[in-house]
T-cell receptor, first 109, second 113 residues
Framework: KQEVTQIPAALSVPEGENLVLNCSFT??????LQWFRQDPGKGLTSLLL?????REQTSGRLNASLDKSSGRSTLYIAASQPGDSATYLC????????FGAGTRLTVKP | DTAVSQTPKYLVTQMGNDKSIKCEQN?????MYWYKQDSKKFLKIMFS???????INETVPNRFSPKSPDKAHLNLHINSLELGDSAVYFC????????????FGEGSWLTVV
């Protein structure tokens, strides 16, 4: 059974700092991996989707990498802003979709 | 147009009641899901349907019964509600079981009092 772990559980950084969020999974036979953002009291917003054959995807200040063989993904956020404060969820697609517990990010002005 | 829509968005009800949450997707997807997000914000899959057929049924009390009248709809019915059922329930869909992006509804906030 696929297990997804996200480290750290919470992260607080000053505005402007670059940061990395980590996601690891136990079963490398995945179709793809997806990063989401969730604001308090809101639904999920898809940020980046990486296919199993890809190594990374970029969108604006976000870059997600995937190392399927080692069961790891990272989400890199450049020049963080207070508006980036949210919970970031990693989800892995096998025959269903399993989520990590999330990293709660706070970017201080 | 909302791709995945859930109703109601908020629901407060008493213990012991029976309630339903409805979900509809207008994306033409084959696969739909129900997820539960508990107070610790952990998202856990409950059910998955593919073309109206149940394919995933995690360890969920049998008070929870999904119903898929057609592949665009996946409703969640909950009998004899308990305090521990209070959570946010998310419906989601994707084009197929191995498909690409999964699309989530806005969530239904259920509070059992």
């Amino acid at each position: 059974k696929q297990e997804v772990t996200q480290i750290p559980a919470a992260l607080s950084v000053p505005e402007g700092e670059n940061l990395v969020l980590n996601c690891s999974f136990t079963d490398s036979a995945i179709y793809n991996l997806q990063w989401f953002r969730q604001d308090p009291g809101k639904g999920l917003t898809s940020l980046l989707l990486i296919q199993s054959s890809q190594r990374e995807q970029t969108s604006g200040r976000l870059n997600a990498s995937l190392d399927k063989s080692s069961g790891r993904s990272t989400l890199y956020i450049a020049a963080s802003q207070p508006g980036d404060s949210a919970t970031y969820l990693c989800a892995v697609h096998n025959n269903d979709m399993r989520f990590g517990a999330g990293t709660r990010l706070t970017v201080k002005p | 147009d909302t791709a995945v829509s859930q109703t109601p968005k908020y629901l407060v009800t008493q213990m012991g009641n029976d309630k339903s949450i409805k979900c509809e997707q207008n994306l033409g997807h084959d696969t739909m899901y129900w997820y539960k997000q508990d107070s610790k914000k952990f998202l856990k899959i409950m059910f998955s349907y593919n073309n109206k057929e149940l394919i995933i049924n995690e360890t969920v009390p049998n008070r929870f019964s999904p119903k898929s009248p057609d592949k665009a709809h996946l409703n969640l019915h909950i009998n004899s509600l308990e305090l521990g059922d209070s959570a946010v329930y998310f419906c989601a869909s994707r084009i197929s079981r191995s498909g690409n992006t999964i699309y989530f509804g806005e969530g239904s906030w259920l509070t059992v009092v």
